[in-house]
């Protein structure tokens, strides 16, 4: 059974710093693997999309790194702002054409200006 | 441009009270997904449609049903609900595929008195 584990819970950092999230899943046999943006009580925005093949995405000051056979993928932030201040969710797709998403339970995540 | 569609985005319904639940989308896609997120949780599949197929998450509650009358519209249907089914209820669609990337929609909190 697929398993996604997101440390830390919490983080705060001050503004304009370089910053990791990680994401880890116990199954790599995986098809894709998505980080979401969710904002308190609103719903979830993707961020990036890697497929089983890639190695990494990026898009603007983020950067999506994935690591099959270690079960990891990170989401590097450049450059934080407050408005970066949000929960961030990694999401695992084990389950091919249904598209079905695990997700890891987010990392809160707060830029101090 | 709104893609995925959820209304209300506030619910307050009474315990035993049916309730039912909205998300339209106007991205044309053949697979619509409701997932349940408590609070500080990660969200939860419930079920899916891919077209006309309903597939069910084997622990999804009987108390919960769902209806996709046409492409655009799926709806959530809570038979009875419980307190324990007050949460953060999210509509998300996909192409199909498995590949894709999934949109989400604002999500509806529902809370039961």
């Known amino acids: 059974k697929q398993e996604v584990t997101q440390i830390p819970a919490a983080l705060s950092v001050p503004e304009g710093e370089n910053l990791v999230l990680n994401c880890s899943f116990t199954d790599s046999a995986i098809y894709n693997l998505q980080w979401f943006r969710q904002d308190p009580g609103k719903g979830l925005t993707s961020l990036l999309l890697i497929q089983s093949s890639q190695r990494e995405q990026t898009s603007g000051r983020l950067n999506a790194s994935l690591d099959k056979s270690s079960g990891r993928s990170t989401l590097y932030i450049a450059a934080s702002q407050p408005g970066d201040s949000a929960t961030y969710l990694c999401a695992v797709n084990s389950s091919g054409n249904t598209g079905k998403l695990i997700f890891g339970q987010g990392t809160t995540l707060q830029v101090k200006p | 441009d709104a893609m995925v569609i959820q209304n209300p985005r506030y619910q307050v319904t009474q315990f035993g009270k049916p309730v039912t639940l909205s998300c339209s989308q106007t991205l044309n896609h053949n697979v619509m997904y409701w997932y349940q997120q408590k609070s500080s949780q990660a969200p939860k599949l419930l079920f899916h449609y891919y077209d006309k197929d309903f597939n069910n998450e084997a622990d999804t509650p009987d108390n919960f049903q769902s209806r996709r009358p046409n492409t655009s519209f799926c709806f959530l249907d809570i038979r009875s609900p419980g307190l324990g089914d007050a949460a953060m209820y999210l509509c998300?669609?996909?192409?199909?595929?498995?590949?894709?990337?999934?949109?989400f929609g604002p999500g509806t909190r529902l809370l039961v008195l």
């Open positions: 998300a669609t996909s192409r199909g595929g498995g590949q894709e990337t999934q949109y």
